[in-house]
């Protein structure tokens, strides 16, 4: 009887779309840094406000304190320290640049848009509490924010991202060049933004820019806006990250 040669069969390859996912769970390991202390350390700025509200009482003027930068803040940095983490460790497991990037991508968007319905649905809370019976505006600190509309959780959610890949992107600059690059990138980034205002002073343009912001809603500013530096942190992210060795 003559034995039939057996041909192994290839793998099926690996869509995209499902590798990014496999990733994306792999970067949700340290989910307490990538979630805890974000929500944690703005609880606490939470708490401190109420208990300062309460204190004062009736002398307390009704508006909003900064607390809630506290989150946007903290996501930059659980960004940042995400990818000098979780570089090194993924490339390890034979997981390609574009598959982290890409997957560090869809956990940045995932967590700003989770933040931002979840801010929206304490804001509404504040309203209706009348600031939490001390009239304190923790979640709904700006005129923007001023609205029953779900359109107002793309007011949350385009600025953190714009936080988020502002953070990827200081991760893949440190990550590639080191404390010295960040450094340098901040010393640039000082002398281009005051070259740019220089310039709008010297031509006397500072009442143009005025008008045009004037011009604008805060909201289109918030969320149409801001998607524009957003996608250009994104990009320069992937750009520093594909050439940097783990």
């Known amino acids: 009887m003559t034995a039939v040669p057996v041909t192994p069969t290839a793998a099926a390859p690996i869509s995209p779309v499902r590798r990014t996912l496999t990733v994306s769970r792999v970067l949700y390991l340290n989910w307490p840094m990538a979630?805890?202390?974000?929500?944690?350390?703005?609880?606490?700025?939470?708490?401190?406000?109420?208990?300062?509200?309460?204190a004062l009482g009736d002398a307390a003027a009704e508006g909003g304190t900064g607390g809630l930068a506290s989150l946007y803040i903290v996501q930059l940095i659980v960004c940042w320290?995400?990818?000098?983490?979780?570089?090194?460790?993924?490339?390890g497991l034979n997981v390609t640049r574009r598959a982290?990037?890409?997957?560090?991508?869809?956990?940045?968007?995932?967590?700003?848009?989770?933040?931002?319905?979840?801010l929206y649905g304490c804001a509404l809370v504040e309203r209706a509490t009348d600031g939490w019976g001390v009239h304190l505006h923790f979640f709904d600190p700006l005129p923007v924010t001023h609205s029953f509309s779900p359109v107002t959780i793309l007011v949350y959610a385009v600025?953190?991202?714009?936080?988020?890949?502002?953070g990827?992107?200081?991760?893949?600059?440190?990550?590639?060049?080191?404390?010295?690059?960040?450094?340098?990138?901040?010393?640039?980034?000082?002398?281009?933004?005051?070259?740019?205002?220089?310039?709008?002073?010297?031509l006397d343009g500072w009442p143009a820019v005025g008008h045009w912001l004037v011009a604008r809603s805060w909201r289109s500013i918030a969320i149409g806006w801001s998607l524009i530096p957003a996608a250009l942190a994104a990009a320069g992210g992937w750009w520093v990250l594909r050439r940097t060795v783990p």
């Open 100 to 118: 982290f990037y890409a997957a560090s991508v869809l956990v940045a968007t995932i967590q700003s848009v989770g933040y931002a319905v979840f």
């Open 35 to 54: 979630l805890a202390f974000p929500l944690g350390i703005m609880a606490t700025s939470f708490i401190i406000n109420i208990l300062i509200f309460a």
């Open 159 to 166: 600025p953190l991202l714009l936080i988020s890949f502002l």
């Open 168 to 202: 990827l992107f200081l991760g893949a600059v440190n990550k590639r060049w080191g404390s010295t690059g960040v450094f340098i990138l901040a010393i640039v980034s000082i002398f281009v933004l005051g070259g740019i205002a220089a310039l709008i002073t010297f």
């Open 81 to 91: 320290q995400g990818m000098l983490q979780n570089f090194a460790f993924s490339v």
